[in-house]
C-alpha cells in the first residue's frame, strides 16, 4: 500500500494561488492514478479532477477546469495541484488517492482509490 501526504494548504485571499503537493511512500506509485478531493464545509466530498497513469492525461471537474492544473513527478514521487484564481466556494480539506486503475481515471468513484493522505486545509478568505 502506498502512504500519501498532502501539503500546501493554507489561508489565501480570493483571486489568489496555492500549490498542493502529494507524496507518496511505501509501495509502487508511478503505475497509479492519483485524483484529489475536496471536503467543503456542507457539502460531500467532490472530485476535484485525476491524473492517469498510462498516459499523464489529467481530468478537471467543470468548477474547476481553467484554474486548476494537476501534474506528476514520478522521480520525485510527487503529484501536484496548482489552484489558481481562489474562489471562496474552493475553501475546505484537500485529499490525494491513488490507485492502479484499468480504465481512465475520470470514470473512477472516490471509493475505488485504495491509498488516501490525511488532507490539507485551504482557506480562501478577505
Known amino acids: 500500500q502506498v502512504q500519501l501526504v498532502e501539503s500546501g494548504g493554507g489561508l489565501v485571499q480570493p483571486g489568489g494561488s496555492l500549490r498542493l503537493s502529494c507524496a507518496a511512500s511505501g509501495g509502487t506509485f508511478y503505475n497509479q492514478a492519483v485524483a484529489w478531493f475536496r471536503q467543503i464545509p456542507g457539502k460531500e466530498r467532490e472530485r476535484v479532477g485525476c491524473?492517469?497513469?498510462?498516459?499523464?492525461?489529467?481530468y478537471y471537474e467543470d468548477s474547476v477546469k481553467g484554474r486548476f492544473t494537476i501534474s506528476r513527478d514520478n522521480a520525485k514521487t510527487t503529484v501536484t495541484l496548482q489552484m489558481n484564481n481562489l474562489k471562496p466556494e474552493d475553501a475546505g480539506t484537500y485529499y490525494c488517492a491513488a490507485h492502479v486503475l484499468a480504465l481512465s481515471c475520470n470514470v473512477y468513484g472516490a471509493h475505488e482509490f485504495g491509498s488516501w493522505g490525511q488532507g490539507t486545509q485551504v482557506t480562501v478568505s478577505s
Open positions: 491524473i492517469n497513469s498510462s498516459d499523464g492525461r489529467p
